[in-house]
Nanobody, 114 residues
Framework: VQLQASGGGLVQAGGSLRLSCAASESIFSGKTMGWYRQAPGKQRELVAVMASGGGTHYADSVKGRFTISRDYAKNTVYLQMNTLTPEDTAAYYC?????????WGQGTQVTVSS
């Protein structure tokens, strides 16, 4: 069972990044996949989730700027982040959600400079 996130980095305000999270098939297929983030001194918060059937939900703060997608052949979930602001600076975690158990990736740091 594995979730491997990548794609974080340092970007200027207004820029874009795409995060990727490769998952083991057992925790990807049929599961809701998502992204959370945690800034220093703040609680972890939901960014976006995507159900196995394609339905999505976004935090209000990222609507219109971020897009979650998934590649079912590659067992990978993506987070395209556009028009980044310093408030988006955080560690981003991918997650596999189910009633039975949630699985978390290791986190990838996104830093947006002003």
């Amino acid at each position: 069972v594995q979730l491997q996130a990548s794609g974080g980095g340092l970007v200027q305000a207004g820029g874009s990044l795409r995060l990727s999270c490769a998952a083991s098939e057992s925790i990807f297929s049929g599961k809701t996949m998502g992204w959370y983030r945690q800034a220093p001194g703040k609680q972890r918060e939901l960014v976006a989730v995507m159900a196995s059937g394609g339905g999505t939900h976004y935090a209000d703060s990222v609507k219109g700027r971020f897009t979650i997608s998934r590649d079912y052949a590659k067992n990978t979930v993506y987070l395209q982040m556009n028009t980044l602001t310093p408030e988006d600076t955080a560690a981003y975690y991918c997650v596999s959600l189910s009633e039975r158990r949630n699985y978390w990736g290791q986190g990838t740091q996104v830093t947006v400079s002003s």
